[in-house]
T-cell receptor
Framework: SQTIHQWPATLVQPVGSPLSLECTVE??????LYWYRQAAGRGLQLLFY??????ISSEVPQNLSASRPQDRQFILSSKKLLLSDSGFYLC????????????FGAGSRLTVL | AQRVTQPEKLLSVFKGAPVELKCNYS??????LFWYVQYSRQRLQLLLR??SRESIKGFTADLNKGETSFHLKKPFAQEEDSAMYYC?????????????FGAGTRLAVHP
């Protein structure tokens, strides 16, 4: 069966520090991968999605970047965190043919101080 | 542009009462609509999709293209239905299908 892992689950970082959130999927190949940010009252905002290795599309301009170095690995990064980067980040995957049905990870809560 | 609107942040009902979670969308093409749910301390997960036309946990949702709505309904709410509910729209954008979510509605079912 397919599983999706995100880590770390919780992270507290100072302003200006770098960020790396990782997401891996097991039990499937060539998935679509997504990063969402979940904010109270604002729902789920799509940040990045990827249809293949090295293929990243950004939905909103921001202080974050994403990379897909391997087929089932998706990384969310920042060189210098801002206070506004605090939030709950969700990774998700879908199969190519069912790109509308997403399976979500448990999420990573980032607090920038 | 694709947009999903859930006008209610919180819906509070008593057990056994009917529930309707509202969702309106904006999309120029033929949309595919979904409801996702997040129970306390659980992952966000798919509840139902309009093309399946099925009832899941007693919930149903009908796509009304005339009113551009996809409201989620259940005739008799249960305490275990308390959760965060997100309406989502899938449509082509930039050559890819993308899933756009609404702001979510928290359903609280009281005993």
């Amino acid at each position: 069966s397919q599983t999706i892992h995100q880590w770390p689950a919780t992270l507290v970082q100072p302003v200006g520090s770098p960020l790396s959130l990782e997401c891996t999927v097991e039990g499937t190949s060539n998935p679509n991968l997504y990063w969402y940010r979940q904010a109270a009252g604002r729902g789920l905002q799509l940040l990045f999605y990827s249809v293949g290795i090295g293929q990243i599309s950004s939905e909103v301009p921001q202080n974050l970047s994403a990379s897909r170095p391997q087929d089932r690995q998706f990384i969310l990064s920042s060189k210098k965190l801002l206070l506004s980067d605090s939030g709950f980040y969700l990774c998700a995957w879908s199969v190519k043919s069912g790109a509308n049905v997403l399976t979500f990870g448990a999420g990573s809560r980032l607090t920038v101080l | 542009a694709q947009r999903v609107t859930q006008p209610e942040k919180l819906l509070s009902v008593f057990k056994g009462a009917p529930v309707e979670l509202k969702c309106n969308y904006s999309y120029s093409g033929s949309p595919e609509l979904f409801w996702y749910v997040q129970y306390s301390r659980q992952r966000l997960q798919l509840l139902l999709r309009h093309i399946s036309r099925e009832s899941i946990k007693g919930f149903t949702a009908d796509l009304n293209k005339g009113e551009t709505s996809f409201h989620l309904k259940k005739p008799f709410a249960q305490e275990e239905d308390s959760a965060m509910y997100y309406c989502a729209l899938s449509g082509l954008s930039g050559g890819y299908n993308k899933l756009i979510f609404g702001a979510g509605t928290r359903l609280a079912v009281h005993p």
